[in-house]
Every structure is written in structure tokens, then in C-alpha cells.
């Protein structure tokens, strides 16, 4: 059974510029869910997409933004890119369940830094 | 929201030590899961244990619900458990989990 893909691996851009991430849930799972992690700290969760809706997201501004396809997959976009946006984004999927999300797979993450 | 607080912070063992990190949170959970993000930042899913004790080989994990904390347990430490052990919870109806700050550890051969 394939993992969760992400792509492009790593990734460099200007500021101002505008970027576009992809994911690739496990095969099966519906929810897809975007953290970024800044160098040396935590996870700060983005956004969560299931059934191809937007269910929920975290305190960042409207220029990341992202959707979900019939198929699953899913996208995160990012605007106007400031210095701070560098980060590691990293996509998990899950089947969600009346409780929540009964177990989180991560990909790999897409590494950007911005010049 | 709730508070997730990991300890310790940072973690130096010397290759074949045992270590035991914790994850106490503020609120009841409906899911609980550890996960080790190596040096390349993958997150690997380690447990997924709202109450209760698991083991896989040499980690084992005890979820104490009700004194809301949950144990992780490292026997026979390599040098490849190295890397950051994070707790992630998700409390009510959120369906959003909420990262502890996480526990680097480095284990030294």
C-alpha cells in the first residue's frame, strides 16, 4: 500500500511569488490535513479538507489557501510568499470517524525556503 | 483549546539507556497518538493509543486517560531513535489535533 506523496520535495522562491504544494493521501482515506513547521518548532496546523470540503483552519492568514479533489488529493496554496513562510508543510491523511481522525499518516513534507 | 506539555524538552542518552518521555494534557481525548519525526522530517507513526498500553519492540506507550498523561518508554536506545518524539491529541469535537512542542532526543553511540 503506497504512503502519502508529496511534491515537490524541496522547493525555493522569492518573496511575493506564489507557490503550489501537492498531496496524495493513502489510498481509502478522505481527510487530508496541512501543518507547517517552522526550523525548530512544532507543528502549527493549517488547514483540513474531507469529502472534498473544508472543514476547518488554523490561525493563518487568507493567502494559504488549498483544496481538495474528487479523488482525494489535495493542494495548498500559498501567495504573496513572505520570508517567514519558510517552513517544512507537511500533508497526513486519515479515515475521520464520528470521534475524529482515528490515526494520522504524514508524507514526506515539502521543504521551501524563500529568498 | 487544549494544552498539550511535553518533558522533557531535550534528551541525551548513551547508546543501550532506557528513557521514558511524557505527555500530559489538559483536557479529555478521544485520540492520542506519538509519532518520531527523524532527521529528514518524516513523522512516523509510533502509537496510536487513547487509553491503555501498547508495545512495539523495544517502545512501549501507556495512555493513563483519566490523569490525562500518556508515556512513552524507549528500551535499549540506538542511535537511530534519535530525532524528535512529538504527542498529538484530539479533544471533543475539534477533530483537529493539537501538537505537543515535542522531546528531541539524541542518542550518542
Known amino acids: 500500500e503506497a504512503g502519502v506523496t508529496q511534491s515537490p520535495t524541496h522547493l525555493i522562491k522569492t518573496r511575493g511569488q506564489q507557490v503550489t504544494l501537492r498531496c496524495s493521501p493513502i489510498?481509502?482515506?478522505?481527510?487530508v490535513y496541512w501543518y507547517q513547521q517552522a526550523l525548530g518548532l512544532g507543528l502549527q496546523f493549517l488547514l483540513w479538507?474531507?469529502?472534498?470540503?473544508?472543514?476547518n483552519r488554523g490561525n493563518f492568514p487568507p493567502r494559504f489557501s488549498g483544496r481538495q479533489f474528487p479523488n482525494y488529493s489535495s493542494e495548498l496554496n500559498v501567495n504573496a510568499l513572505e520570508l517567514e513562510d519558510s517552513a517544512l508543510y507537511l500533508c497526513?491523511?486519515?479515515?475521520?470517524?464520528?470521534?475524529?481522525?482515528?490515526?494520522?499518516?504524514f508524507g514526506p513534507g515539502t521543504r521551501l525556503l524563500v529568498l | 483549546g487544549i494544552q498539550v506539555e511535553q518533558s522533557p524538552p531535550d534528551l541525551i542518552l548513551q547508546e543501550g539507556a532506557n528513557s521514558t518521555l511524557r505527555c500530559n494534557f489538559s483536557?479529555?481525548?478521544?485520540?492520542l497518538q506519538w509519532f518520531h519525526q527523524n532527521p529528514w522530517g518524516q513523522l512516523i507513526n509510533l502509537f496510536y493509543?487513547?487509553?491503555g498500553t501498547k508495545q512495539n519492540g523495544r517502545l512501549s506507550a501507556t495512555t493513563v486517560a483519566t490523569e490525562r498523561y500518556s508515556l512513552l518508554y524507549i528500551s535499549s536506545s540506538q542511535t537511530t531513535d534519535s530525532g524528535v518524539y512529538f504527542c498529538?491529541?484530539?479533544?471533543?469535537?475539534?477533530?483537529?489535533?493539537?501538537f505537543g512542542r515535542g522531546t528531541s532526543l539524541i542518542v550518542h553511540p
Open positions: 483536557d479529555s481525548v478521544n485520540n
Open positions: 489510498s481509502g482515506h478522505t481527510s
Open positions: 497526513a491523511s486519515s479515515h475521520t470517524e464520528g470521534r475524529g481522525p482515528e490515526t494520522q499518516y
Open positions: 493509543i487513547p487509553s
Open positions: 498529538a491529541v484530539i479533544s471533543g469535537g475539534s477533530y483537529i489535533p493539537t
Open positions: 479538507y474531507d469529502e472534498g470540503e473544508e472543514r
